[in-house]
């Protein structure tokens, strides 16, 4: 199994729907052929429109808390777990500078209150 299939916890096979899968069968068995490189073949083509990403050297509570978070959000959904932090983390850091801005603002509306 690759580390992609392992890590999604899916087979070549669970990638297909059924009716693709029964496809593959009737052609296949008609053809006395085997189905499992045909679903290769099918699994590597959408693939290959896909990126991956491999990360290494992840502290183990960071990774415990983003395996919770996409299976208790995402139903294991890496790919749309890693989106929604760099989502959530781009939406953070505008609400930081704007904070920062308003903090800026009052305190020169404190030192024109004040006189200086």
């Not at 679903?39 to 083509?45: F, L, P, S, Y």
């Not at 978070?69 to 959904?77: E, G, V």
């Amino acid at each position: 199994m690759s580390e992609q299939e392992h890590s999604s916890g899916l087979s070549v096979a669970d990638k297909l729907g059924e009716d693709q899968i029964d496809k593959i069968y009737e052609r296949d068995i008609l053809e006395n052929g085997n189905p499992i490189e045909e679903i290769k073949n099918r699994v590597a083509q959408q693939d290959s429109s896909q990126s991956g990403l491999g990360i290494s050297r992840i502290p183990v509570e960071a990774k415990e808390e983003f395996l919770e978070l996409a299976q208790s959000k995402f139903c294991d959904d890496y790919g749309m777990t890693l989106a929604f932090l760099v989502d959530y983390f781009k939406a953070n850091e505008g609400r930081r500078e704007a904070m920062s801005e308003v903090l800026n603002q009052l305190d020169e509306l404190r030192d024109e209150v004040s006189g200086q």
